[in-house]
Antibody
């Protein structure tokens, strides 16, 4: 059974930094591109970034490109999202997700990030 | 950027009735269209990919159709567990693909 478990979400002040983690199991992690999405309270789904199976290529939403960094450790079956210079509008539930042939086929349960003074 | 527009924004349906949800793309996405279900407090779940292929474990009452710019998700006989928000997602333009704003299916 595929499982994706996010962690690291907390309350942080504007301008602060945070690192989210996603622990993957139930599939061959190093074979798949992985993504981060977020969902602001009461809003829809927003893609943030992806990293290819081998970590050699990454892509970002323009509005987070200079502040967020996606990475992975295939030896630990783990995905990460480093977020810097956080803004109040970054508040939301952050999901990691697995991709298969461009289809997002599994999502984690999410971790809540609150940016507030 | 391809804009995905879902209609209606919300839909009130009685259990056992049929629900029809629409999704329109601002330009052709071929059949590279997925549907997700999201219940309150839960992660999205993949229902349909390739516009019409049910994902693993998805009941046959869910069906998808369409290609190009017009797509439909049909729930043939709504069950209590089907009341949720449904999102369409195009992955023809990738990355990142784009989501519709969602259709909320409510109990009538």
């Amino acid at each position: 059974e595929v499982q994706l478990v996010e962690s690291g979400g907390v309350v942080v002040h504007p301008g602060g930094s945070l690192r989210l983690s996603c622990a993957a199991s139930g599939f061959t992690f190093h074979d798949y591109t992985m993504h981060w999405f977020r969902q602001a309270p009461g809003k829809g789904l927003e893609w943030l970034c992806l990293i290819t199976h081998d970590g050699r290529a990454t892509f970002y939403l323009d509005s987070v490109k200079a502040r967020f960094s996606i990475s992975r450790d295939n030896t630990k079956n783990s995905l990460y999202l480093q977020m810097n210079s956080l803004r109040t509008e970054d508040t939301g539930l952050y999901y990691c997700a697995k991709e298969k042939s461009r289809v997002i086929d599994y999502w984690g349960q999410g971790t809540l990030v609150t940016v507030s003074s | 950027e391809i804009v995905m527009t879902q209609s209606p924004a919300s839909l009130s349906v009685s259990p056992g009735e049929r629900a029809t949800l629409s999704c329109r793309a601002s330009q052709s996405v071929s059949s590279n269209l997925a549907w997700f279900q999201q219940k309150p407090g839960q992660a999205p779940r993949l229902l349909i990919h390739g516009a019409s292929t049910r994902a693993t474990g998805i009941p046959a009452r869910f069906s998808g159709s369409g290609s190009g710019t017009e797509f439909t998700l049909t729930i043939s006989s709504l069950q209590s567990e089907d009341f949720a928000v449904y999102y369409c997602h195009q992955y023809n333009s990738w990355p990142p693909g784009t989501f519709g704003q969602g259709t909320k299916v409510e109990i009538k």
